[in-house]
Each structure stands twice: as C-alpha cells, then as structure tokens.
C-alpha cells in the first residue's frame, strides 16, 4: 500500500525561526493536503498542493511530483504554531487520503 | 465555514456493548470519512461514503459496520465494543472536485 514518511519527527525551534518540514510519499499522488493537529487533537486543513509551490500566509508548500517529495515552509515561527503536522496523499481518485504520522513542532518563547 | 460536527465527544463504553457515533456535516459534500487515531500509527481509514446509501471499506473496518442515511449524516457503529476500540474517532467529509478533506473535532471512545 502507499506510505507517507514524514521528517523530522519532532523539532524544537526558537519563535521567530523558520520550520522545513518534509513529505515523502511512495506512489504517485494526485493530491497532497497538509494538515495543523493542534495540542487539543482538533485537524485542521492548512492547504492542498499536489504539485508546485502554493503560499498562505507564513506557509509555503512545495511538491515535486515526479519525486514524491513535498515540503512545508512556516516562516517566522510563533509560539502558536506549535502542534503536530500532517501530510495526507491522495492517489487515483483521491477519494481516499494516506496519512503520515507527523512531525510535531515546539516553538520556544 | 465548511462545518463537520460529531457526537458524542466523550464516550465511556462497557465491552460487549454497542456504541453509535455520529457525524454530521453542512458541507454539502459528497464524500464522507471516519478514522482513528492511535498513537504510534497516525490516522487510519475504517470507512467511508460516497453519498446517501453507500458505504466502503476502508483500510482497518473489521468490528466496525457505518451506515450513510442522508448526505448530511454518517454514523460509525461499534455492534459489540472491545477494549481495543479505545481510540480517538474523526470523522471528515470532502470535497470530490478539489479532493480535499474536512475534519469534525473528533470522539475519545474508551472501551472498559
């Protein structure tokens, strides 16, 4: 079955840095959602970007299709960012989502 | 706001019993979920629905039936709860054009 690996699985960083959290997937995906967990547990859909670079805000997804890669950027780091983020592929259809188990991200004041 | 609602948010159930979660949604989507969410596995798949009367398997649906009455509803049905159901249950309706998903705020279920 497909399988999504998320890297790092955990990172601590200083408000005001720049998290790189990465996606590597093993099939082709037709749609790649990245998702916000926050500590509470609610989900939280940040955006869709099967291919090429999307912003929103201080996020920055890039996916490179041809190498089952996709990447999230979160520029400026805030405390509040801190939570679990998930990547999800979808493929065929893409009625169905794959997810990843997720990087959890510390933001220290 | 797309709106994904569940109910209940907290479950204690007996093991043996039956348990009913529902899910509702104001989407008007389409395609509705449920998954768990255990630690050390992330989120998976138990079932879904492409609309009013249909459901599918998903990638873990043994001891779980779901049943799909309307668009708006969908409800997750555990006919005789295990300890091994305790979880965390989402459910999540989506968007078939732009194949994105849409999440409730989840059910804890523990099973004693």
């Keep these: ?109 | 706001e797309a709106a994904v609602t569940q109910s209940p948010r907290n479950k204690v159930a007996v093991t043996g019993g039956k348990v009913t979660l529902s899910c509702n949604q104001t989407n008007n989507h389409n395609n509705m979920y449920w998954y768990r969410q255990d630690t050390g596995h992330g989120l998976r798949l138990i079932h879904y629905s492409y609309g009013a009367g249909s459901t599918e398997k998903g990638d873990i649906p043994d001891g779980y039936k779901a049943s799909r009455p309307s668009q708006e509803n969908f409800s997750l049905i555990l006919e005789l709860a295990t300890p091994s159901q305790t979880s965390v249950y989402f459910c999540a309706s989506g968007d078939r054009a732009a194949y994105e998903q849409y999440f409730g705020p989840g059910t804890r279920l523990t099973v004693l």
């Design chain 1, 1 to 109: 079955g497909q399988q999504v690996q998320q890297s790092p699985s955990s990172l601590v960083l200083q408000e005001g840095e720049n998290a790189e959290l990465q996606c590597n997937f093993s099939s082709t995906a037709t749609q790649l959602q990245w998702f916000y967990q926050s500590p509470g547990g609610s989900l939280v859909s940040l955006l869709s970007n099967p291919s090429g670079t999307k912003h929103t805000g201080r996020l920055t997804s890039t996916t490179v299709t041809k190498e089952r890669r996709s990447s999230l950027h979160i520029s400026s780091s805030q405390t509040t960012d801190s939570g679990t983020y998930l990547c999800a592929i979808g493929t065929g259809g893409a009625d169905r989502l794959t997810f990843g188990k997720g990087t959890q991200l510390i933001i220290q004041p």
